[in-house]
């Protein structure tokens, strides 16, 4: 990996993060890109972005804090997100992950749902109110 593209990694990983996690804030009247497009599958890619990719490059960074040479606990600790925050993150990833799957199925139930019986009944309705 080139010293640039190092460089480029943390902001476009966090933009990642925060288009996911923010979607219809961010999309509204805007072109959509396919980190912004609407969740309509319960295995999107940008689920297992989350709990892979990003989950790991998380990971790295803080090892690779950890690891640095000649360097205090001190300064060591002012270059990494505090520990609520990494657990925050932690816990965002790992809800949203679990959850997106949980309401797609919940909201997107009407297209396994014959339409038939609704149209008899329907139908029933309208023909009570024509006598």
Known sequence: M???HK?????????????ILMLTIMTR??????????????DDFRLKWLSDDFTTYMKKCKE???ARQGYSKQQKQRN??????????????????ELVPIILSTFFLSDKVCQDPLEKI??????????
């Open 2 to 4: 080139d010293h640039m």
């Open 7 to 19: 460089q480029l990694l943390p902001p476009l990983m966090c933009d990642k993060f925060l288009t």
């Open 29 to 42: 009247g805007r072109k959509q890109e396919k980190f912004q497009e609407p969740y309509t599958n319960k």
């Open 64 to 66: 690779s804090v950890k």
């Open 80 to 97: 990494l997100l505090h520990k609520l925050t990494q657990e925050g993150i932690s816990i965002t990833v790992s809800s949203f992950v």
């Open 122 to 131: 329907s139908d029933q309705q309208r023909q009570r109110g024509k006598k």
